[in-house]
């Protein structure tokens, strides 16, 4: 998944905290430069302003760190997909159930993949 840069830097420009150098953001992990793309092509479409992101992100970082999370940066990405799972139930995409499966089954089929090898969900991983 490519990342376009003009749309990555107008989203470290609206939401305050994104990881980043000065080429623009920063993942430590492939699965967080997804989830960033997937919250740029969602925005794109028009599914949320990025006030609304900003104020969903604090919103879920607000609650992690009442649960105990320390936010030292490490688990930014966590929250992000957490506000992305949130807003996709809340404006109707998807519903909770439907993402709890979809969860359901990715560790699924991670846990049956050889290490170093990409993971593809199966109908098998619904079961």
Known sequence: MTIDPAAARRATDAVPGIPRDG???????????????MALALHQRGVFTWPEWAATLADE??????????????????????TLERLVAEKGI?????????????????????????IELSPDDFV
Not at 74 to 79: D, F, L, P, Q, S
Not at 96 to 114: C, G, K, Q, S
């Open 61 to 82: 970082i607000k609650r992690a760190q009442a649960a105990g999370d320390p936010d030292t940066g490490e688990t930014y990405y966590r929250h992000w997909l957490a």
């Open 94 to 118: 998807a519903s909770h159930d439907t993402l709890a499966r979809y969860r359901d089954a990715w560790d699924h089929a991670a846990d049956r993949t050889p290490h170093g090898k990409p």
């Open 23 to 37: 080429q623009g953001p920063v993942f430590r992990e492939p699965w967080e430069a997804q989830a960033f793309s």
